[in-house]
């Protein structure tokens, strides 16, 4: 139990700040959220805060993808579109992500998930990309 909490929080410690480039110096900054130890849900994959520096509102979409370093890619999530405003900055809401479509790419992980509600422990790479 202590080794997977080590290993999640080692690996949830890291910063991950993606900037995505939409035209020039205008960009969109994405800050995930660290769940608690010993409890992450393909849903966590979404707790993240958007940061909209440009002056213009964009018709967005979050794509993200999850791979354990012993098992490689594991799934991808893909979110409904969304606004997201001008100088918004905060966090993102189930209602605007909805409906989200989960592909799972080993089958192993999605029978974990579905029996246990978590993903198991590991270290994990997570992508979040921010598509106009």
Known sequence: ???FTVLLTVTFAMAFFLITSFTGA??????LKQPPPNQWHVED?????L????????????YGTVE???AGFVFE?????????????????PGDLE???VGYVNSDYEDI???????PAGTYTICIYVKN
């Open 51 to 62: 940061i909209n520096t440009s002056q213009e509102s964009y018709n967005v979409y979050l």
């Open 1 to 3: 139990m202590k080794k």
């Open 99 to 101: 409906p989200v479509d």
């Open 26 to 31: 205008q960009t969109i900054i994405v800050v």
């Open 77 to 93: 999530g893909i979110t409904a579109s969304f606004t997201l405003e001008s100088n918004y900055s905060g966090p993102v809401y």
């Open 45 to 49: 994959l979404w707790q993240l805060t």
């Open 113 to 119: 998930v579905q029996k246990t509600g978590t993903l």
């Open 68 to 70: 354990e370093a012993g």
